[in-house]
């Protein structure tokens, strides 16, 4: 069975300080897709990245950066400079290769304090 | 262009009720997502059709919710009989689909159904 573990529960920094939220996961496929999305207090989902298990370069956009290993099965995604707009629970997300067993990790709950 | 769209955005029933919810995706998006989202959890999948068939209901509790998507494109979920532990927030969400791999594509979410049960 497929798993996302998000350890941090909640997470509180001081605007302008860079933070990373942890992600690990586990399954059997060889072939997976993880995601992150972003809810916001308003309550949407939105989309932030997704990788593919044969990619492991790591990303950055803008202030957002993943760290994808897949020798610990982590995917880890660091804001930095954080600001208060950043403040949601941000959810790990992974899914087999044709989008089945779709699994959302706990969440963590990021507050960024001005 | 225009998001997935949820009604109602709101729901009070008493338990034993029956209560009904409807998705309108994307257009064009094959693949539609129900989600269970209960407070402080993560979204837990309960049901994913690729246009009018069905993909994955292992998580769905099936001797009181079904879900339908007749037509391959609106869909609606339905609880009957509510139980008080079926409180939560129903999140509909849709993607572009099996490409090659429907997994490589972002799933796009409503703004939800919360449903609160007496």
């Known amino acids: 069975a497929q798993k996302v573990t998000q350890a941090q529960t909640e997470i509180s920094v001081v605007e302008k300080e860079d933070v990373t939220l942890d992600c690990v996961y586990e399954?059997?496929?060889?072939?997976?897709?993880l995601f992150w999305y972003k809810q916001p207090p308003s309550g949407e989902l939105v989309f932030l990245i997704r990788?593919?298990?044969?990619?492991?370069q790591n990303e950055i956009s803008g202030r957002y950066s993943w760290n994808f290993q897949k020798s610990t099965s982590s995917f880890n995604f660091t804001i930095t400079a954080s600001q208060v707009v950043d403040s949601a629970v941000y959810f790990c997300a992974l899914t087999a290769n044709y989008g089945q067993n779709f699994v959302f990790g706990p969440g963590t709950r990021l507050s960024v304090l001005p | 262009e225009a998001g997935v769209a949820q009604s109602p955005r709101y729901k009070i029933i008493e338990k034993r009720q029956s209560v009904a919810f409807w998705c309108n995706p994307i257009?064009?998006?094959?693949?539609l997502y129900w989600y269970q989202q209960i407070l402080g959890q993560g979204p837990k999948l309960l049901i994913q059709f690729q246009n009018n068939g069905v993909v994955d209901d292992s998580q769905l509790p099936k001797d009181r919710f079904s879900a339908e998507r007749l037509k391959g494109v609106d869909s609606t979920l339905k609880i009957q009989p509510a139980k008080l532990e079926d409180s939560a927030v129903y999140l509909c969400?849709?993607?572009?689909?099996?490409?090659?791999?429907?997994?490589?594509?972002?799933?796009?979410f409503g703004d939800g159904t919360r449903l609160s049960i007496l």
């Open positions: 990788r593919n298990s044969f990619d492991e």
């Open positions: 969400a849709s993607s572009l689909g099996l490409r090659g791999g429907a997994g490589n594509q972002p799933q796009h």
């Open positions: 257009s064009g998006h094959a693949t």
């Open positions: 399954t059997r496929d060889t072939t997976y897709y």
